[in-house]
């Protein structure tokens, strides 16, 4: 069986069908380079030819404070007073002291974030591929205040609204606030990056940077260009489902492809495409990384349910395996992805267009 574990979503395991050759998975990612270009606009709203460019080349683009860093103060406050809740030592003005979970007893004994909870999902959840370096805070973000300084807000509505059009579902809630931990420290091993697809019907995906993220601060991580092989690599357009073979496409991207870390300040947004190949960064900067990711789907019929992890509903009901939310996650049964606010189309999703932006405003 394990030889049949392949990682998505957040490098948690899945099955999937055997390969039909052995993927290069062996080697690591290249090493990740800072991206650095100041395309034309990247400080208005309105989006450039350039920057229209760049997100169907490279798929994603970065606006500079296209969100008030004054508006996210009350954000990344929910990061201190969870933090001060869980009993973590932190003092915000002493990088000392953001000490890691598992110096707390937290992980990895923490609360599986398998458990569906109603939909409510958990409050915390302390990354276990790596090693509780990553913290996601869930609660504050299905709140009106929380969203309308996120994903609701005007100026990402109005990006969103540019790339897929006026006709998107409004928004009921964000991931969370992903929190990479500093690795400061040579006496713990620093983790590499763990590059995945998510597997999700998402068409927009965006990252709000709350706190600055200096280069090498645990920056979101993306492979430029993979969300177009990986598009393509897919039965369907919009609901995951890759054909055979994606295992081994993703190990060719990893091995030839130069990953972009997004260094940025507080307000800062990286909008990608949500096919891309992408990881956090690795955080050795003495800051906590703290990252809100959003989904955007245009607004038509979807499931009531969030995804399964690694399976389109039509594959996850030729499972056999338990559907129910109350199994999400439970030992052997399939998992539904809570925290993701877009849902899989139910009209029947037709396979890749051959102008893969057709669709969009671009
Ligand atoms: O925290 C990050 O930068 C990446 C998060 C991620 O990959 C995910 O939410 O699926
Ligand atoms: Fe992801």
């Known amino acids: 069986m394990e030889k049949n574990l392949v990682m998505n979503d957040a490098s948690k395991p899945i099955h999937k069908s055997p390969p039909t050759t052995p993927p290069a998975a062996a080697a690591g990612p290249l090493p990740a380079r800072v991206y650095d270009l100041n395309l034309p606009g990247c400080r208005e709203v309105q989006l450039s030819q350039e920057e229209v460019e760049h997100f169907k080349t490279s798929g994603f683009i970065v606006k500079k404070g296209l969100i008030d860093p004054s508006e996210l103060e009350r954000v990344v406050d929910c990061v201190w007073s969870a933090a001060a809740e869980l009993g973590f030592p932190f003092d915000r003005n002493d990088p000392a002291t953001y000490t890691l979970p598992k110096d707390h007893g937290l992980f990895p004994q923490t609360e599986p974030k398998s458990t569906y909870h109603d939909g ?21 973000c299905t709140e009106d205040w929380f969203l309308q300084r996120t994903a609701r807000h005007a100026n990402v509505q109005a990006v969103v609204q540019q790339l897929i059009g006026s006709n998107v579902r409004p928004s009921r809630r964000c991931r969370g606030l992903y929190v990479v931990f500093p690795r400061a420290s040579d006496a713990f091993p620093v983790a590499g990056l763990a590059p995945h697809t998510d597997g999700i019907a998402s068409q927009l995906n965006c990252m709000i940077y709350a706190a600055d993220c200096p280069p090498h601060g645990g920056g979101f991580t993306l492979w430029p260009g993979s969300h177009r092989s990986c598009y393509y690599h897919m039965e369907n357009e919009y609901n995951m489902e890759p054909k055979a073979g994606y295992d081994e496409l993703l190990a060719k991207i990893k091995a030839t492809v130069t990953p972009v870390e997004i260094a940025a300040e507080a307000g800062d947004c990286c909008f990608w495409h949500p096919r891309s190949l992408h990881a956090a960064g690795v955080n050795t900067s003495s800051h906590l990384r703290i990252v809100v990711p959003c989904d955007f789907q245009q607004d038509k019929p979807t499931e009531w349910r969030p995804p399964y992890s690694g399976f389109s509903l039509r594959k996850a009901k030729a499972t056999g395996k338990s559907l129910s939310p109350e199994n999400s996650g439970m030992k052997g049964e399939l998992r539904l992805q809570w925290w993701i606010d877009t849902h899989e189309f139910s009209a029947p999703d037709s396979p890749p267009r051959r102008d893969m932006w057709e669709d969009w405003e671009i």
Not at 127 to 134: A, L, N, P, Q, S
């Open 120 to 140: 409510a999902g958990i409050p915390n959840y302390f990354g276990g591929t790596t090693g509780g370096w990553t913290w996601r805070h869930y609660t504050p």
